[in-house]
């Protein structure tokens, strides 16, 4: 059956994924909806309100005790595909200098078996700002990887366990010039796999995981703050550069090449807390491309990595449009969708939290 666009789903009885390892009424909802279309997924716990913070002040599970949406300073979240689990952490507008030490970070789990939220208040207990492109979009041996803004400490949660530790100290990319840094995990370049970083001012740094050592790769040009940094399975590659004044787009492979692929950009690729902003993440459809949700057109666009093109896929359905700068992203693959979010934060603007899919 045909499903039109801005349609709403409800939490259902779900359908077996990833293997037969757990059900997922997501999946139902996936399944149910049109290729390239966008749809509201109700019936989960997304607007219960919760006071696990140091203030047991009552706050909703996207919102800060500054009444401000986690998911406006965070681009993309990871997921867990064997274990159900999206996760990722956000943080409270400002607030890199608080007491006590990351009582405005909070972690915010989404357990598709259980299809409920659940969140963990100062996860590292560092006050360490904003997150942006910090978290790194699936799990690699087992840890999800995550760096704050400003920060010189990468941390890691084993997943599913949700055990936060500090995984790696480094100055690399500490400074004025360097604090909004994106990173991602590339599980097949080198035999553990390696962490990938960008700076603002172009630095490309990768950590070997087998070997515990990091290496610069390369200085790139036409890339700013709030770049992005993303894995594509479908490609191999990682995607790297764009943000707020940034005008390229790059590959790297696992020989390490690096290769510009993007000038022209649909507006703007990239995670700051602006209007001209907006959550870009790999296809979830194993394709060798990537997507962006941009508040500028308030449309979805994707880059094909062979030639380097953008295609305007679809625009925004009514109830999303204009909500992309708020949003988190998290491609699902598996499923074939993206899960985005925006969260409430009275401050801002943003009355309700939403949950929405993008089938690809």
Known sequence: MATPRGATYSAGSGVTIAGGRFTAAIATAIAAMSANSMAEYTGTNINASETSNHEAATVFMLESTANYPITNWAGKFGFDAANGLIAGVGTAQGFSSYTPAGGRSKAVYFDLAADEFSVAWAPTARNEGHIYDGNTSAPMGGYFYRRGYNSNTIWRMS???????????????????????????????????????????????????????????????????????????????????????????????????????????????????????????????????????????????????ATGTWAELMTFPAGFAGQADYSVATALHGLGAVALWFGNGRTAGVTTSEFWIYKA
């Open 159 to 305: 997943s599913p366990g949700k055990v936060w530790e500090s995984f790696l100290i480094t100055t690399s990319f500490t400074g004025s010039a360097e604090q909004v840094v994106a990173l991602e995990a590339f599980p097949t370049l080198g035999a553990s796999g390696s962490l990938i970083l960008v700076g603002a001012t172009g630095k490309v740094w990768r950590y070997d995981l087998a070997t515990a050592t990091g290496t610069l790769l390369d200085t790139v040009t036409g890339t700013g703050n709030y770049a992005v940094c993303i894995y594509v399975p479908g490609a191999d590659k990682v995607v790297l550069g764009g943000g707020a004044t940034g005008t390229k787009l790059y590959t790297l492979d696992t020989s390490e090449t690096l290769t510009e692929i993007s000038q022209t950009l649909p507006g703007s690729v990239e995670v700051a807390c602006s209007s001209t902003s907006g959550p870009t993440v790999a296809h979830p459809g194993n394709v060798a491309a990537i997507l962006t949700f941009s508040n500028v057109t308030d449309k979805v666009w994707e880059l094909n990595l």
